[in-house]
């Protein structure tokens, strides 16, 4: 933990930021597709729209891709431009980024540029403050926008932050303005007790398709699987958290996962779907099925976009358990890694997500999707172990050695590789966390 002070000095650099907004009448917002970045988006967007600001958002799935802006304009980067110095150097216009990845490099800005991130002030970008968070404190230097901290709350929770440092102000903001309500339990989604467990992913509890493990889990616990989870009383809850705690340490999954979401849950008052772990379930999966703008809208409080939305989560999260059962005998050991190389799969980073937290909570593990082309590489571990590996390094290392680009968090990063040379990057990654491990 760190002074306020820090803090003082993040509020200052975005500060900086919404002063340099004033110079504009339209800007040019750019984010990233995951929970983060869509939440980041839309507090951005939101306070935009109050301070009298045109502004066009676009969804990027990094800085890999390209964009395009007019030299006049003012770029806002959220959720990635840390990580890649080089491309934010070459922007020709003003630029603001909000991030909250390790920077990597220094950046030579070519014209006005502010770069508000948590390393920068000692916090902890990958615990302390996601670019929600970021754009969050920024929201309030460009005006009264506490409201938008039940939507920050959406990408702390979509990046598995902890409730620390600036995290907790943004909590603690949000409940005093009456937009976000703490209440105990367990953090699952709302629904049928049945459903909601058996088609469970964060947290992944293995009870999908498994009818009769399931039973008698809800029997040894004494809860009703047609009960509605909103509806159980403090004692059923209690008994539920202890059954899923207790099941979770069978599994072998990471005891951190255990106190993220044993103890309490949120209630995100001021949006249309106030689950808060569900909803952030939501627009992740929206991010990944490619309806961002479904995602988006929800955000922005419209009503009509749940349906839609809660389709698409079921539709996602139908094809990760299916896929999570099938290719859990695929994963293969490394000397200090485990890997697993798809092809054509929905998604890699969801995958390597749970196996890491949930069910080989050992050993770094990297999983990569051959789609199109491109190999995509997804890299995840425990905080713990992330206190020697540092998978962002180990990412840019390895693929920078194959012609290839990586980076992100110690423990989540990613890279982007040529498929013929996966055998030669995943040589180097293991290389890589055997010497950072010893
Ligand atoms: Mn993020």
Redesign the pocket.
């Known amino acids: 933990m760190n002074s306020d002070s820090d803090l003082n000095l993040l509020k200052e650099s975005a500060r900086k930021a919404a002063s340099l907004v004033g110079r504009y009448d339209f800007v040019r917002v750019l984010t990233?597709y995951?929970a983060?970045?869509i939440s980041?988006g839309a507090i951005v967007a939101s306070a935009l729209l109050r301070a009298n600001k045109g502004f066009q958002l676009t969804f990027l799935k990094g800085l890999n891709e390209s964009f395009e802006y007019e030299r006049d304009e003012l770029l806002i980067f959220l959720?990635m431009g840390s990580g890649y110095p080089d491309v934010i150097s070459s922007v020709e216009a003003d630029v603001i980024v909000l991030d909250?990845?390790l920077p990597t490099g220094k950046i030579n800005a070519k014209k006005e540029f502010v770069h508000v991130n948590p390393h920068l002030y000692g916090f902890d970008g990958t615990y302390e403050l996601?670019?929600?968070g970021v754009a969050y404190f920024f929201a309030n230097e460009l005006g009264n926008n506490r409201d938008l901290s039940s939507i920050a709350l959406v990408?702390i929770i979509?990046?598995k932050q902890k409730l620390l440092g600036p995290n907790e102000e943004i909590l603690k903001s949000g409940i005093e303005w009456g937009v976000i309500e703490e209440k105990p339990g367990v953090c699952l989604h709302s629904g049928k007790l049945r459903d909601v467990l058996s088609r469970s992913i964060e947290p992944y509890l293995d009870l999908y398709k498994k009818d009769d493990e399931l039973e008698s889990f809800l029997k040894k616990a004494k809860l009703d699987g047609e009960k509605e989870f909103d509806d159980l009383s403090i004692d059923e809850m209690h008994r539920l958290a202890n059954a899923v705690t207790l099941r979770l340490l069978k599994m072998g999954a990471y005891e951190g996962v255990i106190e993220q979401i044993i103890g309490r849950r949120f209630i995100l008052k001021n949006l249309p779907i106030v689950n808060a772990h569900m909803l952030t379930d939501i627009v992740n999966s929206c991010g990944r099925a490619g309806a961002m703008g479904v995602a988006f809208g929800i955000l922005a409080g419209d009503k009509s976009f749940v349906e839609k939305a809660v389709r698409i989560n079921y539709e996602y999260t139908t094809e990760i358990l299916e896929e999570l059962a099938k290719r859990k005998r695929e994963v293969k050991e490394g000397f200090c890694i485990r890997y697993l190389v798809m092809n054509d799969a929905p998604s890699a980073s969801s995958m390597a997500t749970t196996f890491s937290r949930y069910l080989m909570s050992d050993k770094p593990i990297v999983v990569i999707n051959v789609k199109n082309g491109k190999a995509k590489v997804s890299a995840r571990t425990t905080e713990k172990l992330s206190r020697r590996v540092n998978l962002a390094e180990v990412m840019k290392i390895a693929a920078e050695k194959v012609g290839g680009r990586g980076g992100g968090h110690r423990v989540a990063a990613g890279a982007n590789i040529s498929p013929d040379k996966i055998d030669e990057f995943l040589k180097e990654v293991d290389r890589l966390c055997c010497a950072m491990l010893a």
């Open positions: 990233h995951d983060d970045g980041a959720d909250h990845h996601s670019a929600s990408g979509g990046d």
